[in-house]
C-alpha cells in the first residue's frame, strides 16, 4: 500500500511533463502519415502487398517499439536521481515508507504516465487505421495493446532501475542515454559483424543460431519478436519474421528454442527483473 500511495504521487507529478506529451504529439502525428501510407501504398511495406488490420498492427509495433524507449528516458530518468539530488528523498524517507517502496511506487507511477502517453497513441492511430482498412481485429488488437502496455512497464523499470543506482542526474542521463545507444541502436549490428568478419567480409544465406539469441537481447528486439510469438497466424500471414538491423535472417536450425520468437518473451521477463534488482541494490544502500 505504501509503494500506491508513492505511485499516486508521483504519476499526478510526471503526467504533467510538456516533454512527454510533445513526444506523445509527434508520435501520434508519425503513425497517423505512416498508418495513411500503410493502407494507400502497402506494396511499399511488406512482402503481400495488401493492407490488413494484422499488418497495421506489426507496421505500428515496429515504430512504437522506437516511441517507447525514447520516451521512458524523458519521464523515468530523474525518477530517483532527481529526487537525491535535490535532496527531497530525505523528505520522503523521512515518512512512514521505507526505500524498497519509494523504488517501486516510482516504478508503478512513471510506469503509468508511460502507459497513458501510449494508450492514447495507439488508440488515435489504430482507431484511424480501422477507419481506413473498414474493419477492426479484436483479438490481435488486444494482444497487441497487452504486451506494449507491459513492455512500457518493463522499459520504465529499466529506466527508473538505472536511476535508482545514482544521485546525479547527469549520470542518470548517461546512463539511460548509453542504455538507448548500445541496446537500441547498435545492438544487432553487432552480431551481424561479427558474422560478416569471420566470415570473410561477406554475409552468408543463412547464419548461426547463435546470431539470433544475441539479437534478441535488445529490448525492442525482444518486444516485437514477442508481438509474433503471441500472433504467429497473423505474422505469418503479413510475412513478419525475426529481424536485426533491418536484414531478416534464417537460422541454420529452427530447433532450439532460442532462434524462436517466444524466446522474445524470455528477454522481455528478464529486464523486468535484473536493471530493477540492481537499482534495488544499488538504491538500498546508497547514503542519500
Known sequence: MKALTVAKKDFRDAVQSRALWSLVAVFVVLLLVTTYA??????????????????????????????????????????????????????????????????????LGRASVLATGVTV??????GFGSLLLGTVDVVPLVLFLALT????????????????????????????????????????????????????????????????????????DAYFTSVIALLPEAAADVGAGVTGSGVEVEPVDAEPFYVTPEAGLVFLILWLVVPLALGYYRFTRADV
Not at 66 to 87: D, H, N, Q, S, T
Not at 121 to 126: K, Q, S
Not at 188 to 195: A, K, R
Open 38 to 107: 500503410y493502407v494507400e501504398f502497402p506494396e511499399m511495406f511488406g512482402p503481400t502487398g495488401e493492407a490488413s488490420f494484422e499488418g497495421l498492427v506489426f507496421f505500428t509495433a515496429g515504430i512504437t517499439g522506437l516511441f517507447i524507449p525514447i520516451a521512458a528516458i524523458i519521464v523515468c530518468f530523474k525518477a530517483l536521481a532527481g529526487e537525491r539530488e535535490l535532496g527531497s528523498i530525505k523528505i520522503l524517507l523521512s515518512l512512514p515508507v521505507d526505500r524498497s517502496s519509494v523504488l517501486f511506487g516510482k516504478v
Open 121 to 126: 497513441g495507439l488508440a488515435i492511430a489504430l
Open 149 to 220: 502496455l507491459v513492455f512500457a512497464g518493463i522499459y520504465a523499470s529499466i529506466i527508473v532501475g538505472l536511476s535508482a543506482t545514482t544521485g546525479s542526474t547527469t549520470r542518470a542521463t548517461t546512463l539511460a542515454v548509453g542504455f538507448f545507444v548500445i541496446f537500441e541502436l547498435v545492438w544487432d549490428v553487432i552480431p551481424l559483424g561479427i558474422v560478416y568478419i569471420v566470415n570473410g567480409f561477406s554475409l552468408p544465406t543463412e547464419f548461426p543460431d547463435w546470431v539470433f539469441l544475441v539479437i534478441q537481447v535488445s529490448p525492442s
